[in-house]
């Protein structure tokens, strides 16, 4: 007698909490009031003729995964280990092999290696696929369940079992788990260039890129000819370290805007005045693994002509995701905006496209491998303006100026094609020759708009 007097209560608060002041919103609470009745009657057949004793609080929290991951791919429910987890990926380390992974149909599939980490040391790739750890079958699991599987103590080994597409047969690749200290910001000098890679936007980022720069200068006792800023295989992170990272490179203008459900919610981000590189030449690195956080900055430095973007066309994920507290332990990460870039594209699906697009030639698989990108994930949020799919592709046709193989590039020790042709651009245009190529590519996109709208 008790679970039907449950089930009615439960009924009446739902509807209580729906407004009913008009006819038309009283259409809609007795659709969403026969929708709540089924489930309630779905809820209480699966706790009392289920096969086995099932916990509430699981079936409860089920329910809600499955309402959010009808949405869209990004959206989401946390619970207290999630949040852990959320807190390890900002602001801790753990022990780990370094990788960024999804769920995607039952699989484990890789966004992006984590840069000199044991994954990224054993050549694991963005777009491969975890189908066992130390010979035990994870396909099916939960992604928590192989998260856990693949941290463990530092310096024990692990054996993964990977299948990349563009190869014949699934192999192995043993490694020894290692501290993840998550630095999301490291430097370096080369040919009196400065390189600064970016491998998450976490807590700082942005202050990190200053200091960054600031050890460069140091570093060579002047200014150097130019920066590099690789953000090759960053998964994201912040949306306000995005915007930081951004303005370090920026002194006037938008840098991203947000723009949510209603056409008056609209949000805008914009630099600050001063250039802390000193309008020094700029030169982006972005790949298929960059996504979100990444292709903000990307986008934004493009756009102002600030920066000349190299490499491979981005993820494509254009939307942001606000972390909604429901109690001390658990939160909502719900899908609530999409953003623009100052240009006012965006760039969901579709990515960034780079002004000038170079292969990773030292990457032997980079013929045979294929990019996953946002545009591939299940229930992805659709661009707004709709793209041919012979423009999201045509970064994966060969291009005739790049013939080398990657043992021909290894004898002449070249390991990063990508960094190299990046490094040598800078040497070989300077300062000027940089800005002349940049208007160039802003030039080649306008003519390009400008066919797209007479078709």
Do not use: C
């Amino acid at each position: 007698m008790k679970k039907p007097v449950l089930q009615a209560a439960a009924l009446v608060l739902t509807v209580a909490l729906l407004p009913a002041t008009t006819s038309a919103i009283s259409a809609v609470d007795a659709n969403t009031y026969r929708e709540m009745e089924q489930f309630m009657s779905v809820f209480d057949r699966v706790r009392n003729d289920y096969v086995d004793q099932v916990d509430d609080a699981d079936l409860i929290k089920g329910a809600i995964e499955g309402m959010l991951g009808s949405l869209d791919p990004h959206s989401s429910f946390l619970d207290a280990r999630d949040f852990d987890n959320l807190r390890t990926q900002t602001d801790g380390n753990y022990g780990g092999l370094g990788l960024s992974v999804t769920l995607e149909d039952g699989a484990v599939k890789v966004i992006a290696p984590f840069k000199d980490t044991p994954a990224d040391n054993a050549g694991v790739k963005a777009g491969d696929y975890i189908t066992h750890i130390d010979g035990d079958l994870i396909y099916g699991g939960t992604l928590d369940e192989a998260v856990e599987n693949m941290r463990g103590k530092p310096g024990t080994p692990i054996e993964i079992t990977i299948v990349r597409p563009g190869r014949d047969k699934p192999f192995d690749v043993t490694m020894n788990r290692a501290i993840i200290d998550l630095k999301p910001v490291n430097w370096e000098v080369k040919d009196d260039i400065g390189v600064i890679s970016i491998s998450s936007f976490s807590n700082e980022t942005g202050a990190d890129v200053t200091a960054a720069i600031v050890g460069i200068d140091k570093s060579l006792g002047k200014k150097p000819l130019g920066y590099v800023l690789d953000m090759r295989s960053n998964p994201g992170g912040l949306l306000d370290e995005a915007v930081s990272v951004s303005d370090v490179f920026l002194s006037r203008g938008e840098i991203v805007s947000q723009r949510g459900r209603e056409k008056s919610d609209i949000e805008r981000y914009f630099a600050k005045s001063g250039d802390a590189a000193a309008g020094l030449p700029v030169i982006v690195l972005i790949d298929a693994g960059s996504a979100s956080a990444s292709e903000i900055v990307a986008g934004a430095l493009q756009d102002h002509h600030r920066a000349l973007v190299m490499g491979e066309r981005s993820f494509g994920k254009g939307s942001v995701q606000t972390l909604l507290p429901l109690s001390n332990t658990s939160a909502l990460r719900l899908t609530t905006a999409r953003y623009y870039t100052p240009s006012g594209k965006s760039v969901q699906e579709g990515g960034i496209e780079p002004d000038i697009i170079v292969p990773q030639l030292s990457d032997p698989d980079y013929k045979t491998r294929p990019r996953f990108r946002e545009a591939d994930l299940r229930r992805h949020l659709v661009n707004e303006v709709k793209l041919e799919d012979a423009v999201l592709e045509e970064d994966t046709k060969d291009d005739p100026r790049f013939k080398q193989t990657a043992e021909e590039l290894k004898e002449q020790g070249v390991e990063d094609f990508q960094l190299h042709y990046a490094l040598e651009t800078i040497n070989r245009l300077g300062p000027e020759g940089l800005k002349t190529a940049m208007n160039r590519a802003a030039e080649k996109v306008a003519s390009r708009k400008i066919a797209s709208a007479k078709n």
